[in-house]
């Protein structure tokens, strides 16, 4: 919760100086979903939700790249994170390997079974 900050008018403020430069929108709100589970106003779908929404408001088209871009992020998130899903908080695991088995079917990735 360091890297955030508020505007005077209620707007968040999100600041990660980690690894600045351009990349993936998605990226950043897996790892963001990834990191502050107890922390988030509202469930994990409605972020994202709200999340896209946001940026075709500010009239950047995602039709084209959006879930695939998505898929690809939560991959390689639980790829990052899944040793901290699996030893943490009940049912926090098993949201993630939904949306990566769901992520890797869209994007015809094969799963060991």
Not at 8 to 20: E, K, M
């Amino acid at each position: 919760m360091g890297n955030l900050g508020t505007y005077p008018d209620g707007r968040t403020i999100l600041l990660d100086w980690a690894f600045p430069g351009a990349g993936p929108a998605c990226w950043d709100l897996s790892w963001y979903l990834a990191l502050n589970r107890a922390r988030l106003p509202e469930p994990k779908e409605a972020m994202i939700s709200r999340f896209r929404a946001a940026l075709e408001d500010r009239g950047i088209d995602t039709g084209s790249w959006w879930q695939q871009q998505l898929d690809l992020c939560m991959i390689g998130i639980m790829a990052t994170f899944s040793w901290g899903k699996a030893l943490g908080v009940a049912g926090e695991l098993s949201w993630w390997e939904a949306r990566v088995a769901d992520a890797a079917t869209r994007q015809r990735i094969p799963v060991p079974g």
